[in-house]
């Protein structure tokens, strides 16, 4: 009996940490620090790939704070990766280099939320249409991050300085 039980409670404690988190769940039920406004202007750059015909492979706009490569929105318009063979082109993801439990994006129109497992530094997403778009248009954008080697929450409110370079990189 006592085996039976000891089962159980390995069961749920394994199935309750495996559980996705809603976008309202994460930013509202946990505590997060303000990261310091001079992190949050970001310079964007256009990096545009093409394959060995000169067709497009995708866009990417590559996001600078203070100098230091922080994360990227991409616009994809072909990919030799299974699993996003069968994608509607284009499609679009994020990229950010660092381990995060989580990640939260809210734009004026949009919410984003993920926490899959992460099993390099580099952490590629698939994100909205509708996210990458609010993006474009805005220029701002609220991240909230769950770093997974310390633990630690932030969340600040990001803003594009060069707007027309980002618009003009995924034309």
């Known amino acids: 009996m006592h085996k ?3 089962l159980i409670i390995i069961f749920f ?4 940490q495996a559980r996705e988190l809603s976008y309202t769940e994460f930013t509202l039920g946990n505590s997060f620090s303000p990261i310091d406004d001079s992190y949050l202007v970001l310079e964007a750059k256009c990096r545009k790939s093409y394959d060995e015909r000169e067709q497009k492979k ?3 706009v590559l996001l600078y704070s203070k100098g230091k490569h922080v994360f990227d929105f ?4 072909k990919t030799n990766l299974v699993g996003r063979k069968n994608l509607k082109i284009p499609f679009y993801s994020l990229s950010v280099w660092n381990w995060f439990d989580a990640l939260a994006i809210k734009t004026k129109k ?3 939320m993920t926490n899959t497992e992460q099993r390099t530094m580099r952490r590629n997403e698939l994100i909205p249409e509708g996210l990458f778009a609010d993006i474009i248009k805005y220029g701002k954008f609220k991240i909230y991050f769950h770093y997974l080697l310390d633990n630690s929450k932030s969340v600040g409110n990001f803003k594009i300085s060069n707007l027309k370079a980002v618009r003009d990189c995924v034309k």
């Open 4 to 6: 039976f039980i000891i």
């Open 13 to 16: 404690s394994v199935t309750s």
């Open 58 to 60: 995708y866009y990417e």
């Open 74 to 77: 991409n616009k994809h318009f």
């Open 110 to 112: 949009n919410k984003f």
